[in-house]
Each structure stands twice: as C-alpha cells, then as structure tokens.
C-alpha cells in the first residue's frame, strides 16, 4: 500500500495511541472483538492492527490456546502494539500488506480488521485474499467509519485544518470517511467469494475527558500532519488551537459528549 494516508510513522503511532485510542477508537475495538470471539475461532489473523487496540481486546477474549497473528503494514506502529502485551501472551506480531497476506490458503478460522479497509488502495484484493486465507466456513469482520455527517469531530478537524491552507487544503480525513455506502461493499464481497453478509450500524455517544489532548490527537496523531507540514508556513500547535476551539463550541467544555457512528460488516466463506 503506497498510499500517504497510510502511512503512520514517525511520532504518530504514540500520538494515535494516546490522544485518540481511548476516545475513538477502542469501544468499537470492544465491540469487533466480541463479534469475533462470538464465533469461537482458534486461528485468528488481524490485519491494520496499528497500535494493537483492537488486539489487546481479542487476546482478552479469546481462548488462551486460540493462535492470533496481528499484522500491519507500518511497523512503528506494530512496535507501540508490542507494548501492550506480556512475554507469556500467546501471540504473533508481524509486518504485512493486507492486500497480499503471506499465508497459505485456509489457514485462519476469523480475520478481522479494525478500521483499515478504508486505507486499502486495492480493497476489493483484499477482501480476496482474505477469503483466500480463511478456512471453509470462516468468518471475515471489519468496520469502518460512517460518513463525516455522523462522526462530526473528523468533519470539525477536516475543516478546520483546511482553512488554514484554503488553496490546498489537506485531504487525509477524506480517505477514512469516504468509505460508508453499504450496497457497494457488500456487493465487493460477494465478488470476493463471500456469503452471509451482515452489516451492523454501531453508534455512540462519546465523552471527551480532555478536549485539548483530543485535538492534539486529531492534529498529530494521523498522516494529515505529514501534510501540514509538507505545506509549511503554519505552526501545527496554532491548528491544535483551532481544533480544539470548534470541538468546545460543537460538544461544550470538558467533559463533552459527541456522537461517534461506525459500520461493522461480518460474512462467511462458504
């Protein structure tokens, strides 16, 4: 995957890790992984695992014996996942292209991906491959974002991170919440082979305990601050400042509540 917007190297991964993790990202981690434990797999391969927040969630679920490889393609940010687990966990790290996985047909039970197929250049390959890896009978689940009408702290950043650069307005937040139409995806799947198709609409009102950390987060902690900088002549701590600002005049002061909306997809190899 080629791409910039996935590339989340350098300071990002702790960024992502600290400021967004807890906000965003890990109640719908809780939620993926139960639907996967619901299945009772033994051989489970997680692709974009990032930060391992999803990871950490499925090895708390499953079977102690139950084999779990984590994957991604950034491996600073399989490093910050490392940390989160002891010696003794049964449990595989590896740096991996989710549109070209380097194993053998029919070798895992569940494959799941946290909000990474939105970042796939080639996602109708990856669905393939990863009905390619999946046993008979297997079970494929991943979410990814709503659009920006439902998460609307992305619509804020997006905005308020484009203002500051009105003749090239940086486009990372259009890549994670431009992948939402339903009837498309399904229909990729059924292509890839799949069967059984469910699609879930999660939603949730999240609080944010710290709206500056959030915003630094949102600014620091995603490939839009490559971009930022790529643009030059503005202080990304002034943008911080920003965020921040709109996100108190949406939610309130801490702590605030938003709306976060995700979808979950979950189908059957035959």
């Known amino acids: 995957m080629s791409d910039s917007a996935a590339e989340f190297v350098g300071s990002i991964p702790e960024q992502y890790e600290s400021s967004l993790g807890p906000t965003i990202f890990a109640d719908f981690a809780a939620d993926i992984a139960r639907r996967t434990a619901a299945a009772r797999p033994m051989r489970v391969l997680e692709t974009a695992a990032g930060t391992g927040i999803a990871t950490r969630q499925l090895r708390n679920l499953l079977p102690a014996s139950a084999r779990l490889i984590a994957t991604d393609l950034n491996a600073p940010m399989l490093e910050a996942a490392r940390a989160k687990f002891g010696p003794d966990e049964a449990l595989e790290f590896q740096t991996t292209d989710a549109t070209s996985l380097p194993f053998a047909d029919g070798t895992f039970d569940a494959v799941v991906c946290q909000f990474g197929v939105m970042f796939f250049p080639e996602k109708d390959r990856s669905y393939r491959d990863a009905h390619r890896v999946l046993t008979q009978g297997g079970r494929y689940l991943f979410n990814v974002w709503d659009s920006l009408r439902f998460n609307p702290f992305a619509r804020i950043a997006h905005?308020?991170?484009?203002?500051?650069?009105?003749?090239?307005?940086?486009?990372?937040?259009?890549?994670?919440?431009?992948?939402?139409?339903?009837?498309?995806?399904?229909?990729?799947?059924?292509?890839?082979?799949?069967?059984?198709?469910?699609?879930?609409?999660?939603?949730?009102?999240?609080?944010?305990?710290?709206?500056?950390?959030?915003?630094?987060?949102?600014?620091?902690?995603?490939?839009?601050?490559?971009?930022?900088?790529?643009?030059?002549?503005?202080?990304?701590?002034?943008?911080?400042?920003?965020?921040?600002?709109?996100?108190?005049?949406?939610?309130?002061?801490?702590?605030?509540?938003?709306?976060?909306?995700a979808i979950v997809f979950a189908a059957n190899k035959p």
Request: hydrophobic share 45%.
């Open 159 to 261: 905005e308020v991170i484009g203002s500051f650069f009105p003749a090239d307005p940086p486009p990372f937040y259009t890549v994670p919440f431009s992948y939402y139409q339903i009837d498309p995806i399904k229909e990729s799947l059924i292509e890839a082979g799949f069967s059984d198709i469910a699609v879930a609409v999660v939603g949730l009102r999240k609080e944010i305990a710290d709206t500056e950390r959030f915003a630094r987060g949102l600014v620091y902690g995603n490939p839009v601050i490559d971009q930022i900088r790529a643009r030059g002549g503005v202080d990304p701590d002034r943008i911080v400042e920003a965020v921040a600002q709109a996100l108190r005049r949406q939610f309130g002061a801490a702590p605030a509540r938003m709306p976060l909306q």
